[in-house]
């Protein structure tokens, strides 16, 4: 995953301060390198090469069925070493299984950061996942009741554009930004507010 330097923590941190500012919501920044190890993929694949491989030999040769069997684990050992890359592991598992394990792996850090537990219910978790390449916005309860899903999404969409182009710092602080206009509008500073929850970008390994 791509390293953080102090001066890039401390825009990200700045640009939530400047957020909450102006709101009586939080906001808070999540990245991990990944969602999941995928472990299962390498046998999976492994196991397939495994079977389908020696197939030919069983009708167009004479090979003897021990050979082909002696095939087959070396197969399946080969196979499985290969995909145990995590480049080529994460590449070969289907793109909606790596959103759901991205989209679950969201939600157990929006409890896990306590964002369900804001005065108000007015948290807003901004989770980036980059094997995946999987942003996600989760807004808590009282937030939802005065805002539309599509804001987040358009919110997303934009950020996702940036890790694609390896501006994760710019994206986080164009995201950090949105998502606290959206809260000034709906729910401004109140007389007694209190920082709740971490400023600072929230690293997962």
């Excluded at 080969?78 to 592991?89: E, K, T």
């Excluded at 409890?111 to 369900?116: C, D, F, I, P, T």
């Excluded at 939802?144 to 996702?160: A, C, H």
């Amino acid at each position: 995953m791509t390293s953080f330097s102090d001066a890039e923590r401390e825009r990200i941190r700045k640009a939530i301060i400047e957020a909450e500012s102006a709101t009586s919501g939080e906001i808070v920044a999540v990245i991990t390198a990944r969602s999941d190890d995928y472990f299962f993929i390498p046998f999976l694949w492994a196991a397939l090469a495994a079977l389908f491989v020696p197939l030919p030999l069983y009708f167009f040769s004479t090979v003897p069925p021990q050979q082909i069997y002696l095939l087959q684990l070396l197969v399946f050992l080969a196979a499985g070493l290969l995909v145990l890359w995590p480049p080529l592991r994460i590449a070969l598992v289907p793109g909606a299984v790596k959103r759901a394990r991205a989209h679950r792996h969201a939600v157990e850090q929006f409890l896990a950061q306590n964002l369900h537990t804001t005065n108000g219910r007015t948290g807003v978790l901004i989770f980036v996942s980059m094997a995946e390449q999987f942003v996600e916005v989760i807004a808590d309860q009282g937030i939802y009741e005065k805002v539309v899903p599509k804001t987040w999404e358009d919110i997303v969409d934009s950020m996702t554009g940036d890790i694609a182009r390896g501006n994760i710092v710019d994206g986080f602080v164009q995201v950090i930004g949105a998502c606290g206009a959206v809260l000034a509008e709906h729910f401004p500073p109140g007389t007694a507010d209190e920082n709740e929850l971490p400023n600072h970008l929230i690293i997962l390994d």
